[in-house]
C-alpha cells in the first residue's frame, strides 16, 4: 500500500454529486441532517472509476480478496476489483433465502486475507458483522475501506477487533452539501 493524499478535485466531485443535504433515517432509527448517497456516486461511471482509482492506494500489499458489502459497498468493490486487478466477493448482512442460500458470493475465501470495502463508516457497527461472517468461514479480515467515514466512533470499534480502516475522507475533507443536492 502506497497511499497519496487523494485530490481536493475528487473530493468536490464526490461532493457535488453525491452528498445531500435533506433529512435521513439511519438503520438504527438515529437521523441526519445531511447523508452521502452511495447510489449517486455509483451511478455515475467516471466518478466511480476515478473514486476507486484513488481507493486502490489504500488497499494493502498483502490483500488477496476485496469483499464488498450489500448493497453500498457492491458497485465499489467491483470497480476496486478492476482498478487492482484483486478478485472481489460480495457479502450480505442475511443469506439469500433462496436458490443458493449463500451469504458471501464468489469466489472461495478459506484463508485469503481479506479487505472489506463499503461506501461510508459510522459506528463500524455494520463492518464488524461482516468482519465477524468472514472470518467464521476461514476468511482473516483485518483493514476496512470506505469511502467517506463519518466521526461516529467507527474506526475506533473496529479497531478495538483488530480490523484497520482506511478512508479516502472523513466528512471534513468534503464541501459542505447545499440544500437538496450536492455540495456548495
Known sequence: MTPRTPSAGLAARLAETACVNAPFKLADGGRL?????????????ALLRDTATAMADLVPDDAEVLAGIELGGIPLVVALSAATGLPAVFVRRKPKGYGSFHQIEGLPIDGRRIVLIDDVVRSGGQLLHMARILRMVGGPVTHALCVLERPLGGRTLLADHRVT??????????????PGGGAA
Do not use: I, K, N
Open 33 to 45: 441532517d445531511a447523508y452521502f448517497d452511495e447510489y449517486r456516486l455509483a451511478s455515475d461511471p
Open 165 to 178: 480502516l482506511h478512508s479516502l475522507f472523513t466528512e471534513a475533507d468534503l464541501p459542505a452539501p447545499r
